[in-house]
């Protein structure tokens, strides 16, 4: 209680809560980590709101992502939307 200070009452009916801003939150760019069989090889910086298709076509073009797939075949590539990116490739 307050009263000891010369106020009545409790403390949190005179304190309003901090309120927060969705705006002030919001990213302009994600750092998105890129696996090569589960394995942590790269990461890109995009948009927040980039499509699927762009996300998967840059991954494939990074240098550092190359230099792993580069004579292999790629099985599937899994995106996980604003998270990561996880490129299986088949080692022969």
Do not use: T, Y
Not at 13 to 33: G, M, Q, T, V, Y
Not at 54 to 61: G, K, Q, S
């Amino acid at each position: 209680m307050w009263e000891g200070l010369g106020h009545g009452g409790w403390i949190i009916k005179f304190c309003k809560w901090p309120s927060a801003d969705a705006e002030l939150a919001r990213k302009d760019e994600l750092e998105i980590p890129v696996q090569v069989n589960g394995k942590l090889r790269s990461k890109v910086i995009v948009a927040p709101d980039i499509a699927e298709a762009e996300l998967r076509a840059l991954v494939l073009a990074d240098s550092k992502v190359q230099s792993f797939i580069d004579g292999h075949e790629v099985v599937k590539v899994i995106v996980v939307p604003q998270r990561l990116v996880n490129v299986v490739v088949k080692v022969s």
